[in-house]
């Protein structure tokens, strides 16, 4: 509970705090290549239970491609999101999703659904946890 709460607090004052940058990207990601402002994609939150995790459009919209792995030169990514994904700053909407209650600040990444699916036996009590913004897997292998 003291978590949850800490979460709500950080997350709104954070938005507010960041008010400004989701401006600026905003106009920036519009300047650079058509397409929504914001990312939607279907991830795997707690006890199974899916959500739309938001973040900042990083890629050209129409880019015919079905892989789901973005590689470092990926051609999809626009001249923008090669900026704002090298300083996470593409993650700065996932303060929506803390706030509504779909993540926390440290958990474990949501995985997209299908990877989920995969877990088998202790490995699945990943799923107990609210996923975070965070974890020590994103730490170590940033």
């Given at each position: 509970m003291?978590?949850?709460?800490?979460?709500i607090?950080?997350?709104?004052?954070?938005?507010?705090?960041?008010?400004p940058?989701?401006?600026?990207?905003?106009?920036?990601?519009?300047?650079d290549s058509?397409?929504?402002?914001f990312?939607?994609?279907e991830?795997v939150g707690?006890?199974?239970?899916?959500f739309?995790?938001i973040k900042f459009r990083?890629m050209?919209i129409?880019?015919n491609n079905?892989?789901?792995?973005?590689?470092e030169n990926d051609?999809?990514?626009?001249?923008?999101g090669?900026?704002?994904?090298?300083?996470?700053?593409?993650?700065?909407?996932e303060?929506i999703?803390v706030f509504?209650g779909?993540?926390?600040f440290?958990?474990?990444?949501p995985?997209?659904p299908?990877y989920?699916?995969?877990?088998k036996?202790e490995?699945?009590?990943?799923?107990?946890l609210?996923?975070?913004?965070?974890?020590?897997?994103?730490?170590?292998?940033?």
């Amino acid at each position: 509970m003291i978590k949850r709460l800490f979460d709500i607090i950080l997350s709104f004052v954070g938005i507010i705090i960041l008010t400004p940058v989701f401006i600026i990207v905003s106009i920036l990601i519009k300047i650079d290549s058509s397409g929504p402002v914001f990312f939607l994609q279907e991830r795997v939150g707690l006890n199974g239970k899916l959500f739309k995790i938001i973040k900042f459009r990083s890629m050209k919209i129409n880019h015919n491609n079905s892989l789901t792995i973005t590689l470092e030169n990926d051609k999809r990514i626009t001249r923008i999101g090669k900026k704002i994904r090298k300083y996470k700053i593409d993650e700065i909407p996932e303060l929506i999703n803390v706030f509504i209650g779909n993540m926390s600040f440290v958990g474990p990444r949501p995985d997209v659904p299908g990877y989920a699916d995969l877990l088998k036996g202790e490995s699945r009590n990943i799923l107990k946890l609210r996923p975070g913004i965070t974890s020590l897997a994103s730490i170590k292998y940033a």
